[in-house]
Nanobody, 117 residues
Framework: QVQLVESGGGSVQSGGSLRLSCAAS????????MSWVRQAPGKGLEWLSG???????YYGDSVKGRFTISRDNAKNVLYLQMNNLKTEDTAMYYC???????????RGQGTQVTVSS
């Protein structure tokens, strides 16, 4: 079955960096468009970034210039490098497959990111 497992979250201070990973299994990862979405406390899901199978990347305005999405098709892993983190980046982060905006057909269990000032 399709499975996505996120890792790499944690607590950092404002201005810090984290790299999230998403291990994928159960489908042909290399052919799949993958996304990262997040949900802050008390708010709805927000689409952050997507990457196509040839590697074309897309970013939401809130993370453009700070976050970088990438993939390792040999390892079936999706990454999100997050730099210059802000307190408003505090959220549960999910990787997703088959996303239309922030709604994904398949999503992992999420990894928590907490940014303190």
């Amino acid at each position: 079955q399709v499975q996505l497992v996120e890792s790499g979250g944690g607590s950092v201070q404002s201005g810090g960096s984290l790299r999230l990973s998403c291990a994928a299994s159960g489908f042909t990862f290399s052919n799949s468009y993958m996304s990262w979405v997040r949900q802050a406390p008390g708010k709805g899901l927000e689409w952050l970034s997507g990457i196509g199978s040839p590697g074309f990347t897309y970013y939401g305005d809130s993370v453009k210039g700070r976050f970088t999405i990438s993939r390792d098709n040999a390892k079936n892993v999706l990454y999100l490098q997050m730099n210059n983190l802000k307190t408003e980046d505090t959220a549960m982060y999910y990787c997703g497959k088959g996303c239309s905006g922030s709604v994904c057909a398949v999503r992992g269990q999420g990894t928590q990111v907490t940014v303190s000032s």
